[in-house]
Structures are given as structure tokens and as C-alpha cells.
T-cell receptor
Framework: GAVVSQHPSRVICKSGTSVKIECRSLDFQATTMFWYRQFPKQSLMLMATSNEGSKATYEQGVEKDKFLINHASLTLSTLTVTSAHPEDSSFYICSAITGTGGVYGYTFGSGTRLTVV | DQQVKQNSPSLSVQEGRISILNCDYT??????FLWYKKYPAEGPTFLISISSIKDKNEDGRFTVFLNKSAKHLSLHIVPSQPGDSAVYFCAASDFRDDKIIFGKGTRLHILP
């Protein structure tokens, strides 16, 4: 079945540095990928929609200059957390639409636990 | 404004009994509903879904019921097993885009 690989699974970085998270579709092409963030005891919050070859669409309240999204190919989307601060510590998850498209084929990466110290 | 609500943060059920997880939504444009299961430090995995044209969908031990007039759906797991202990997210999508809106999740504990 369709697999979305997310890397790294865990990362610890110092405050002020940047961290890149990769999301790859392993056996299918994903023209659209989504990035979510999970806060403790809260919903998976949609951050942005990543479209191959074009700019990402950010949800209200998400800083586009802080969370840089690049979807340079049909199999790779990256999220870069720039100038990370402790409050950026969270669990980030990507997902992609697979197969026939739409929510019918929608699979998630395994997530990245970011800790900013 | 939370469009998908799971009002029970946690639920404990005896092994072998039925687990019922509830979800309410506010957006009448939602036409597709999904349940995801999530273990700690892992991404959510798809469990079962239902289209708004149906009121019930069954897959093995899992059944999802949709009550459109009440804007309510529920996930039934029977019989409950220890491996069912996880966080369950209710999610919804409307036909105008492919975004999925998630509820806050319900942590299910299956008691031995």
C-alpha cells in the first residue's frame, strides 16, 4: 500500500537553529501533501497544504516565514522550522493524498518529535 | 471555532465489551468522515470511514454510524481488545477541498 516516509522521527535542536523535516511518498506521486502539528491534548492542527511546484498554502495563524515548506518534486515535501524556539517543540506529521485522490486515499507519515532546548 | 468535537478525552472499557467513541461536528458541508487510531509517537493510521450518503459502515470489529440530522457520528468497537488501547481521532472533510479537520481525540483504555 501507499507509504509516506517521514524523517527524522526525533530531533533535538538548540534554540535559534533551523530544523528540516522530510516527507516522502515512497511508491506513489503526491501532488499535494499536508503538514500537521499536534499540541498536547489538542487536535492535529493543519499548518499548511504543500503543492508540488508551487507555493504552499498556509492556514490562518501559521507563520510562513517561520515554517518554510518546499514541495520540489512529486515525492518529496520538506518543512523547515527556522530560528526554532522552545515553543516550537511539538509533534509534526505530514500526510499525502494517494491513489484515486481525495480523502479516500489519505495516508500519514510516522511523525517527527521536535524538541527545542 | 472547533468544527469537529470529541467531548470525551478518555474512555475505559473492559476487554471483550463494546467501546463507543463519539464525535460531533458543526459544518454541514462535511461529506466524508474518518476515524484514525494513533499510538504514542506514531502518526495516525486510518481505521474506517463513512460517506455522508450512508448512515453505517462496518469493517470487522469496527462500525461507524453517522447521524446527519444530529451532526453526530460514533465508532463502535466490539469486542474490545487490549491492542485497541490508543488515541482515536475523528476527522471530517468537505467536498470543496481535501483538507481534513480533526477532533482532539479520545484516549481509549481497554482494561484486562
Amino acid at each position: 500500500g501507499a507509504v509516506v516516509s517521514q524523517h527524522p522521527s526525533r530531533v533535538i535542536c538548540k534554540s535559534g537553529t533551523s530544523v528540516k523535516i522530510e516527507c516522502r511518498s515512497l511508491d506513489f506521486q503526491a501532488t499535494t501533501m499536508f503538514w500537521y502539528r499536534q499540541f498536547p491534548k489538542q487536535s492535529l492542527m493543519l499548518m499548511a497544504t504543500s503543492n508540488e511546484g508551487s507555493k504552499a498554502t498556509y492556514e490562518q495563524g501559521v507563520e510562513k516565514d517561520k515554517f518554510l515548506i518546499n514541495h520540489a518534486s512529486l515525492t518529496l515535501s520538506t518543512l523547515t522550522v527556522t530560528s526554532a524556539h522552545p515553543e516550537d517543540s511539538s509533534f509534526y506529521i505530514c500526510s499525502a493524498i494517494t491513489g484515486t485522490g481525495g480523502v479516500y486515499g489519505y495516508t500519514f507519515g510516522s511523525g517527527t518529535r521536535l524538541t527545542v532546548v | 471555532d472547533q468544527q469537529v468535537k470529541q467531548n470525551s478525552p478518555s474512555l475505559s472499557v473492559q476487554e471483550g465489551r463494546i467501546s463507543i467513541l463519539n464525535c460531533d461536528y458543526t459544518n454541514s458541508m462535511f461529506d466524508y468522515f474518518l476515524w484514525y487510531k494513533k499510538y504514542p509517537a506514531e502518526g495516525p493510521t486510518f481505521l474506517i470511514s463513512i460517506s455522508s450518503i450512508k448512515d453505517k459502515n462496518e469493517d470487522g470489529r469496527f462500525t461507524v454510524f453517522l447521524n446527519k440530522s444530529a451532526k453526530h457520528l460514533s465508532l463502535h468497537i466490539v469486542p474490545s481488545q487490549p491492542g485497541d488501547s490508543a488515541v482515536y481521532f475523528c476527522a471530517a472533510s468537505d467536498f470543496r477541498d481535501d483538507k481534513i479537520i480533526f477532533g482532539k481525540g479520545t484516549r481509549l483504555h481497554i482494561l484486562p
